[in-house]
């Protein structure tokens, strides 16, 4: 009986810690994207030019009312880049991951300015890489101009090292 009870309890543990797999339905384009293509199909070179035409300016339209978003690949990694250091939930646009393999892992950036916040430091960093704080104290004081390269650690946290320091904690504040 007790061998019973140990196999339902491992069984009911295994059943929690298994994701459940759904098939999630196929992704679709969007409803303006498939009639663009469909002009495609049109064999008369004068109703397939008008298509185009109407299409493009439905696009168009769509993207300068922000019903439509249009990004290229660069777009997409210097987004990712300037979001570094804060969590995000994972997604998709359109069913398709967003470059994962190009997923940022450490950034390399200028102190561009500093100031004392709490026992640690508050850095604004160049190019628009956002403001770091450290929340321990540092053995050199760090100053403007200064080097500074960190990179995501385990378990979302961050390690780098700003000036002459070297294993210093990180998290992103702004």
């Known amino acids: 009986m007790q061998n019973r009870a140990k196999f339902v ?17 196929e992704p679709r384009r969007p409803e303006m994207f498939d009639k663009l293509v469909a002009c495609r199909t049109i064999t008369d070179p004068t109703q397939r030019l008008a298509c185009y035409d109407a299409q ?5 339209t769509a993207e300068k009312n922000d019903d439509l978003v ?10 990712r ?10 997604f998709s646009l359109g069913g398709k991951k967003l470059d994962e393999k190009d ?3 450490e950034i390399e950036s200028t102190v561009q300015s500093v100031r004392r916040a709490g026992n640690g430091w508050s850095f604004t ?16 004081a760090p ?4 080097k500074i390269r960190i990179k995501k650690a385990m378990m979302g946290s961050y390690l780098g090292s700003v000036g002459f320091n070297r294993g210093v904690r990180f998290r992103r504040v702004q």
């Open 103 to 105: 997923d940022t892992t």
């Open 70 to 79: 249009i990004m290229d690949r660069k777009q997409v990694q210097e987004t």
């Open 125 to 140: 960093l160049a190019n628009d890489a956002g403001t770091w704080e450290t929340p321990d104290g540092l053995g050199t």
């Open 9 to 25: 309890l491992s069984a009911c543990v295994a059943a929690l810690l298994t994701p459940a797999v759904v098939a999630a339905p």
């Open 56 to 60: 493009v300016v439905a696009l168009d």
């Open 81 to 90: 880049r300037s979001l570094f250091g804060f969590t995000l939930p994972k």
């Open 143 to 146: 100053k403007v101009g200064d």
